[in-house]
């Protein structure tokens, strides 16, 4: 089981990451994010998720096969149907996979 720690540990473990304040987390690499707490909006309220990280995945191929790939761990809502993003539920994942899965979020953000 993953938490926020190894999200910021991992993540600032990789080269030019950039913290940005917020009320969960945000990183991001040449200004741009590659994981962040879900803004989660259900009851009308904006609330920082930290229990789910969002992940740039690159593209939408990489987007449809870990959603429909891994259910337990990646799912989406129509509001980021547009986009190359991922929600991760840190509590389903291990340390290992979240190292993988950061990593190339921040490999990804880096070619785009």
């Known amino acids: ?23 969960g987390f945000d990183y991001r690499v040449r200004g741009r994010g590659f994981v962040w707490s879900y803004p989660d909006r259900t009851g009308g309220r904006r609330v920082l998720r930290t229990d789910i990280a969002v992940l740039f995945v690159g593209d939408e191929a990489e987007r449809q096969a870990l959603l429909l790939g891994e259910p337990d761990l990646f799912f989406s809502t129509p509001a980021y149907e547009p986009f190359p993003l991922v929600m991760l539920r840190l509590e389903k994942v291990d340390v290992a996979r979240l190292t993988e ?5 921040w490999r990804m953000r880096l070619e785009a």
């Open 101 to 105: 899965l950061v990593t190339d979020a």
């Open 1 to 23: 089981m993953a938490d926020e720690d190894d999200v910021r540990r991992l993540a600032l473990s990789l080269e030019g990451v950039e913290e940005i304040e917020s009320d």
